[in-house]
């Protein structure tokens, strides 16, 4: 199966910047279609954004919609998650996950088959 592993997490400042990436191993990553996901302690896992194959479409969440972009190199065979302007609220593990081949952008975790194990963002106030 498609094997994912999520790295660039750790603490910052507010309106500091982060850059998560997610490496992709055991499948064809090209054809997937790609997002991120985060959870905070006691919430549910929410989507923030995704990168398709087919057409290129992306597609965020309006809590990070112009400070958020998502992002992908198939020769790495990696997805990245650039995160500017951070807020105290986007504090989260947040994970890496993948879709059949072809498939749109769905925003439900069970549209998802594969995850990673999650890096966690903490930003501070």
């Known amino acids: 199966q498609v094997q994912l592993a999520e790295s660039g997490g750790g603490l910052v400042q507010a309106e500091g910047s982060l850059r998560l990436s997610c490496a992709a191993s055991?499948?064809?990553?090209?054809?997937?279609?790609m997002a991120w996901f985060r959870q905070a302690p006691g919430k549910e896992r929410e989507f923030v954004a995704g990168?398709?194959?087919?057409?290129?479409?992306?597609d965020y969440a309006d809590s990070v919609k112009g400070r958020f972009t998502i992002s992908r190199v198939d020769a790495r065979n990696t997805v990245y998650l650039q995160m500017n302007s951070l807020k105290p609220e986007d504090t989260a593990v947040y994970f890496c996950?993948?879709?059949?081949?072809?498939?749109?952008?769905?925003?439900?975790?069970?549209?998802?088959?594969?995850w990673g194990q999650g890096t966690q963002v903490t930003v501070s106030s």
């Open positions: 996950a993948a879709r059949p081949p072809l498939q749109p952008i769905r925003t439900r975790p069970n549209d998802y088959a594969y």
């Open positions: 055991g499948g064809t990553f090209s054809m997937r279609t």
């Open positions: 990168v398709t194959w087919s057409d290129g479409s992306t």
